[in-house]
């Protein structure tokens, strides 16, 4: 049973470019939500998106887009990126009701990203 | 205003010796917590989750934590320590109403001296 896979593990871009992550959710599970981890801190949240739609979403500006496929998987983009948006990018994936406790998320290992 | 404090960034124990990592929340409405650890270089697994029903809450690799209401406070603790609980630990506060604006503590980092 596979858990939560994303793509690619390790990414460099430059200033101003545009980056897509992707993210596999772990079978069986249709919701999945996206994390921005910098360096010694804490997961921030970036969004949700469920049944294709975003859902909710944290305070992260519009350069932050997703997308969700039918078969339940997620893409993460950023547009125009800046130096600050060197992060970990983890994405987890839950049954719907995570905010119950009976769904904790599950993460995958994460996307590293260093822009220069 | 939900949010969650973890009181220290940085704990080192001897091993075999007893692990206590704090954290306080603050939540309007009954929370759901958890503790998630992270090994370097991974994602975030699960060890623990409190959602209002015991508050003595056991979770995976002997960890287990105590929900306090009187003072706001979740904190995890081990009998002893091993030396592959070194790790970065974060409690999570997922308020009542908001399923998705899950709140992440800033993290304690879990040193063993051998």
């Known amino acids: 049973d596979a858990g939560v896979t994303q793509s690619p593990t390790h990414l460099i871009k430059t200033r101003g470019q545009q980056v897509t992550l992707r993210c596999s959710p772990k079978s069986g599970h249709d919701t999945v939500s996206w994390y921005q981890q910098a360096l010694g801190q804490g997961p921030q949240f970036i969004f949700q998106?469920?049944?294709?739609?975003?859902?909710q979403r944290g305070n992260f500006p519009d350069r932050f887009s997703g997308h969700q496929f039918p078969n339940y998987s997620s893409e993460l983009n950023v547009n125009a990126l800046l130096l600050g948006d060197s992060a970990l990018y983890l994405c987890a994936s839950s049954l719907p009701g995570s905010g119950t406790g009976n769904s904790p998320l599950h993460f995958g290992n994460g996307t590293r990203l260093t822009v220069t | 205003a939900q949010s969650v404090t973890q009181l220290d960034s940085h704990v080192s124990v001897s091993e075999g010796t007893p692990v206590l990592l704090r954290c306080n929340y603050s939540s309007s409405y009954s929370p759901s917590l958890f503790w998630y650890v992270q090994h370097p270089n991974k994602g975030l697994q699960l060890l623990l989750k409190?959602?209002?029903?015991?508050?003595l809450v056991k979770g995976i690799n002997g960890f287990e934590a105590e929900f306090k209401k009187s003072e706001t406070s979740f904190h995890l603790t081990k009998p002893s320590a091993h030396m592959s609980d070194a790790a970065e630990y974060f409690c999570v506060v997922i308020p009542y109403s908001s399923a998705s604006k899950i709140i992440f503590g800033s993290g304690t980092r879990l040193s063993i001296r051998p």
């Open positions: 998106y469920y049944e294709e739609e975003e859902r």
């Open positions: 409190y959602t209002s029903a015991a508050t």
